[in-house]
Structure formats: structure tokens, C-alpha cells
């Protein structure tokens, strides 16, 4: 069927022809709002909205933020202290010549990988990395022990019949116990049959691992398993671990899947639970700490530390490689940098980094983590 007369003397058209217009102009707009939009966003309009997204969300995921807490190194050492009390003494330490290497970070992308690859540039060294890290059951371990027992079942435990002495069959067995000893042994055997014997396997005569999730706290149960281990910290300020951590766009977890770590103050608050930890550890414990900013600038005593750890480093061969950089801008944005110097200030004051701008691409640009 055709328009009347009538509407074409009108100006009008066809059906097909009208069709052929509109498409006409909806393609041009389309065009010019593309070039527009693109120009935007290479221009303080486009840094703007970008600004603002960010702020949303920074905002928003600090609002739902959950605590990370742990278990306090008094309750540990009670607890442990309690088990030793029962102990029997059946394992000669004398004979104990087990002492491993723990590469221990502040949070991810503080050197811990960098200063891996250094370490195990002794052929004999296996360090494993993070392994099954987002289980952490090295921290679930800890706040069992931590948690321990009730004073009236330590007191049973305490003094119930010697074995070889009295009758089961007429004795209090309900809450019967083996020694403490067999207990931290049996949990040592754990690690030792998990990464011990795999890397004697492979050929390697020592072992250890690193890891970006553990504080004081499971430093300690790990000491207490391995009164021979060493125990190596690596902490950077967290404004630039943050920065490198949000650029390379993973989806990291403190604990899968129930605390991610996908927002400043999730990290943030991760960082300073593992920096002020560190302040805790008593008084001898076998620890180095390297800073990562000195690691990068040639103000690490590399004969001092493979000295203390028994091994020989051969720095230059890992340095010589720029492995895993993911770092992209030269700074955080003021809403990341606030809500971090809120939820990191204690630890920040613990290793003594200060709230001044992150250090620039370039002091870090040959040694990339």
C-alpha cells in the first residue's frame, strides 16, 4: 500500500526511505559520540570519573570490611608452654638437626618472591611457595593450640595415672591423653611427610617456604615444631605493595573464599596485623629482617645473611632477572592512601615506614617482585 497524496505533497516519504534516514542518523550520532567519549577520557573528565568510580568502591568495600584477628602471643605461649609441662621427654634434641628456612612476608607483593629466588640460588635450598596458602591452616593450628584446653582439664592431664602402673580397667580414663612431646611431633610430621620429604625427593638437602599470610604467631608454633628453623621477614611500605597488588588485577584471598582481598582496606588491615605481629616475637628469636626498599638499592649484607642461614648466595644470578612486575601508575589515589594510613598506621610505626608518597617506578624498575 502506498501514502496518499496528500502526505507526500507534505514532505513525506516512503516506509523504506523514512527507515534509510533514521538509520543514517543513528549512525552518526553513534559515531561522533564514540570520538567524544574517547577524547573525554584522555582529558582530567576522564581522570575524574575514573577517580570517582574508584572512590565508590574503595569506600563501599572499606564500609564491609571484616576484621582479620588472631590469636595473641600470650595465649600461645601458655598453651604451648602447657604441653611441654607434659611432655616426657622421649625425643633426644641433641639428635634434632631439622632446621628450615621460612621466607616470611607482610602481605603480597613486598619482595617475598624476589628475595625467594635470591635464597634458593643454593643449589641445596628448596623453598616451596605459599603452598595451599589460601587454606591457611598453619593459622587454623595456631588458634587451636592457642584456644587449648579448660584449667580443670589441664589439671586431669596433668596428673592422671602413669600407664604402666595402674589398671585401666579401674582407673580414670575418660579423659586419657598421650604425652605433649607425641603431640608436637605428630604435628611436625605433618610438614615433614607435606614438604620435608618431597624435597629430599627431588634431591635437595634443606627446605622451607615462603609465605605472605603468617605473622608472629605461627612463626612461634613453627619454632616450637623446628627449634633449629631460621625465619627470614621481608616487609615494603604498604603503599607501594598495595599499588602493585591492585594494578596487577588478581583476585587475591587472605582465606578462600570468605576474605578476599580485593580493596585497599582489606589489604590495608592484613599488612598491619602481620607488621605489628612482628614486634611480639620474644627476645632471641632466630629472625632477620630485610626491607624490601633496601633490598632494591644494594643495602642487603648478603654474606651476613647466608652466613646466619648456613647456605651460599649467589644474589647477582636472581637479580639479574626482572621476574613478575606488575606495578603500572606512579601513585595511589588520595582515597587509597587515606584509608591505608588509617588501617596501617600501628604497623607502619612498627617497622618504621613513614606516611610520605610511594617511592617512584624507577628505584624499583631493575629488581621488579
Same mark, same amino acid.
Given at each position: 500500500?502506498?501514502?496518499?497524496?496528500?502526505?507526500?505533497?507534505?514532505?513525506?516519504?516512503?516506509?523504506?526511505?523514512?527507515?534509510?534516514?533514521?538509520?543514517?542518523?543513528?549512525?552518526?550520532?553513534?559515531?561522533?559520540?564514540?570520538?567524544?567519549?574517547?577524547?573525554?577520557?584522555?582529558?582530567?573528565?576522564?581522570?575524574?570519573?575514573?577517580?570517582?568510580?574508584? #572512590?565508590? @568502591?574503595? /569506600?563501599?568495600?572499606? &564500609? =564491609?570490611?571484616? %576484621?582479620?584477628?588472631?590469636?595473641?602471643? $600470650?595465649?600461645?605461649?601458655?598453651?604451648?608452654?602447657?604441653?611441654?609441662?607434659?611432655?616426657?621427654?622421649?625425643?633426644?634434641?641433641?639428635?634434632?638437626?631439622?632446621?628450615?628456612?621460612?621466607?616470611?612476608?607482610?602481605?603480597?607483593?613486598?619482595?617475598?618472591?624476589?628475595?625467594?629466588?635470591?635464597?634458593?640460588?643454593?643449589?641445596?635450598?628448596?623453598?616451596?611457595?605459599?603452598?595451599?596458602?589460601?587454606?591457611?591452616?598453619?593459622?587454623?593450628?595456631?588458634?587451636?593450640?592457642?584456644?587449648?584446653?579448660?584449667?580443670?582439664?589441664?589439671?586431669?592431664?596433668?596428673?592422671?595415672?602413669?600407664?604402666?602402673?595402674?589398671?585401666?580397667?579401674?582407673?580414670?580414663?575418660?579423659?586419657?591423653?598421650?604425652?605433649?612431646?607425641?603431640?608436637?611431633?605428630?604435628?611436625?610430621?605433618? #610438614?615433614? @611427610?607435606? /614438604?620435608?620429604?618431597? &624435597? =629430599?625427593?627431588? %634431591?635437595?638437602?634443606?627446605?622451607?617456604? $615462603?609465605?605472605?599470610?603468617?605473622?608472629?604467631?605461627?612463626?612461634?608454633?613453627?619454632?616450637?615444631?623446628?627449634?633449629?628453623?631460621?625465619?627470614?621477614?621481608?616487609?615494603?611500605?604498604?603503599?607501594?605493595?598495595?599499588?602493585?597488588?591492585?594494578?596487577?588485577?588478581?583476585?587475591?584471598?587472605?582465606?578462600?573464599?570468605?576474605?578476599?582481598?580485593?580493596?585497599?582496606?582489606?589489604?590495608?588491615?592484613?599488612?598491619?596485623?602481620?607488621?605489628?605481629?612482628?614486634?611480639?616475637?620474644?627476645?632471641?628469636?632466630?629472625?632477620?629482617?630485610?626491607?624490601?626498599?633496601?633490598?632494591?638499592?644494594?643495602?642487603?649484607?648478603?654474606?651476613?645473611?647466608?652466613?646466619?642461614?648456613?647456605?651460599?648466595?649467589?644474589?647477582?644470578?636472581?637479580?639479574?632477572?626482572?621476574?613478575?612486575?606488575?606495578?603500572? @601508575?606512579?601513585?595511589?589515589?588520595?582515597?587509597?592512601?587515606?584509608?591505608?594510613?588509617?588501617?596501617?598506621?600501628?604497623?607502619?610505626?612498627?617497622?618504621?615506614?613513614?606516611?610520605?608518597?610511594?617511592?617512584?617506578?624507577?628505584?624499583?624498575?631493575?629488581?621488579?617482585?
Amino acid at each position: 500500500m502506498g501514502w496518499p497524496v496528500a502526505e507526500r505533497k507534505r514532505g513525506g516519504s516512503s516506509p523504506k526511505e523514512a527507515a534509510s534516514v533514521s538509520m543514517g542518523f543513528a549512525k552518526t550520532p553513534k559515531y561522533k559520540e564514540a570520538r567524544l567519549w574517547k577524547w573525554a577520557r584522555e582529558t582530567w573528565m576522564g581522570d575524574l570519573s575514573r577517580a570517582s568510580e574508584r #572512590f565508590g @568502591r574503595e /569506600l563501599w568495600a572499606w &564500609a =564491609r570490611c571484616k %576484621g582479620i584477628s588472631g590469636p595473641s602471643m $600470650k595465649q600461645l605461649a601458655q598453651s604451648i608452654a602447657a604441653l611441654d609441662a607434659r611432655a616426657l621427654g622421649l625425643h633426644d634434641p641433641s639428635s634434632d638437626t631439622e632446621s628450615p628456612i621460612f621466607l616470611l612476608s607482610t602481605g603480597w607483593r613486598a619482595g617475598s618472591t624476589l628475595l625467594q629466588r635470591i635464597l634458593v640460588t643454593d643449589p641445596r635450598l628448596l623453598l616451596w611457595g605459599e603452598p595451599l596458602g589460601e587454606m591457611i591452616f598453619l593459622s587454623r593450628i595456631t588458634r587451636m593450640l592457642s584456644d587449648s584446653m579448660c584449667q580443670k582439664n589441664w589439671e586431669l592431664w596433668r596428673n592422671q595415672d602413669d600407664l604402666k602402673e595402674h589398671s585401666l580397667a579401674t582407673s580414670w580414663v575418660a579423659t586419657l591423653c598421650p604425652p605433649g612431646d607425641d603431640f608436637r611431633l605428630a604435628l611436625r610430621c605433618l #610438614f615433614d @611427610r607435606w /614438604l620435608g620429604e618431597p &624435597a =629430599r625427593r627431588a %634431591g635437595f638437602a634443606r627446605w622451607g617456604f $615462603k609465605e605472605v599470610r603468617l605473622g608472629a604467631t605461627e612463626a612461634s608454633v613453627l619454632h616450637w615444631l623446628y627449634p633449629h628453623a631460621k625465619f627470614v621477614i621481608i616487609s615494603r611500605h604498604p603503599y607501594d605493595c598495595y599499588r602493585s597488588l591492585a594494578d596487577a588485577g588478581w583476585h587475591t584471598y587472605f582465606s578462600h573464599p570468605d576474605l578476599p582481598v580485593d580493596r585497599a582496606a582489606p589489604f590495608a588491615r592484613c599488612w598491619n596485623r602481620l607488621a605489628v605481629s612482628w614486634s611480639e616475637l620474644p627476645p632471641g628469636f632466630p629472625s632477620f629482617h630485610v626491607k624490601y626498599e633496601d633490598l632494591i638499592n644494594g643495602k642487603i649484607n648478603f654474606r651476613k645473611l647466608e652466613s646466619w642461614l648456613g647456605i651460599e648466595i649467589r644474589e647477582g644470578l636472581a637479580l639479574s632477572a626482572s621476574v613478575g612486575g606488575t606495578t603500572k @601508575r606512579n601513585r595511589l589515589s588520595w582515597c587509597e592512601r587515606l584509608i591505608i594510613a588509617h588501617e596501617a598506621a600501628a604497623g607502619m610505626r612498627t617497622l618504621g615506614y613513614s606516611d610520605q608518597p610511594e617511592a617512584k617506578p624507577e628505584q624499583g624498575r631493575m629488581f621488579q617482585t
